[in-house]
């Protein structure tokens, strides 16, 4: 079981979510993909009653999404804390707005980082719409004091 936000995507008509259901047989071997289409704001019956397993598959699209699953006998975050606010995997839920310094001293600006990540401009990533921009033509040796590559004796 699956979600899938489909709210930047160009190309989609119709309801915000997805949720789809890959089930398998393991006696006939036969397969069956049950697809359900909601807008934002629309609960889905649960088949808890029918596959008790998937009650974690649940409560997580539910943490993740904020898809709720009416009838669910114990719908509750599963993923992320319960004092937190939000459903990350949501195409409209803000990325983190505090730039970040890394170890190595590259920095991320929230605003660039994201712009490179929906395809607006290369960003800070270099990506664009899923596809990477350019080929790194440098490359650093790190040396050591006396000129030596990798730290070892020349």
Same mark, same amino acid.
């Given at each position: !079981?699956?979600?899938?936000?489909?709210?930047?995507?160009?190309?989609?008509?119709?309801?915000?979510?997805?949720? @789809?259901?890959?089930?398998?047989?393991?006696?006939?071997?036969?397969?069956? #993909?049950? &697809?359900?289409?909601?807008?934002?704001?629309?609960?889905?019956?649960? $088949?808890?009653?029918?596959?008790?397993?998937? *009650?974690? !598959?649940?409560?997580?699209?539910?943490?993740?999404? +904020?898809?709720?699953?009416? *009838?669910?006998?114990? #719908? &509750?975050? #599963? =993923?992320?804390?319960?004092? %937190?606010?939000?459903?990350?995997? &949501?195409?409209?839920?803000?990325?983190?707005?505090?730039?970040?310094? %890394?170890?190595? *001293?590259?920095?991320?600006?929230?605003?660039? %980082?994201?712009?490179? !990540?929906?395809?607006? @401009? @290369?960003?800070? /990533?270099?990506? =664009?719409?899923?596809? &990477?921009?350019?080929? $790194?033509?440098?490359?650093?040796?790190? /040396?050591?004091?006396?000129?030596?590559?990798? +730290? *070892?004796?020349?």
């Amino acid at each position: !079981m699956f979600a899938i936000d489909w709210l930047t995507y160009p190309q989609h008509r119709g309801p915000r979510f997805s949720v @789809s259901y890959h089930l398998h047989a393991l006696a006939s071997n036969e397969r069956c #993909l049950l &697809r359900a289409h909601l807008d934002d704001e629309v609960a889905l019956a649960t $088949v808890t009653d029918l596959w008790p397993a998937a *009650g974690f !598959m649940e409560r997580e699209v539910y943490d993740l999404f +904020g898809i709720a699953f009416e *009838g669910h006998p114990d #719908l &509750r975050k #599963l =993923v992320t804390p319960e004092d %937190f606010e939000g459903h990350p995997l &949501r195409k409209d839920y803000p990325l983190g707005e505090s730039p970040t310094l %890394f170890n190595d *001293g590259r920095f991320l600006d929230p605003a660039a %980082f994201r712009a490179g !990540m929906i395809g607006a @401009s @290369s960003g800070r /990533t270099g990506w =664009v719409g899923g596809a &990477r921009r350019g080929v $790194v033509s440098e490359v650093i040796v790190a /040396t050591d004091a006396a000129g030596a590559e990798g +730290g *070892g004796e020349a």
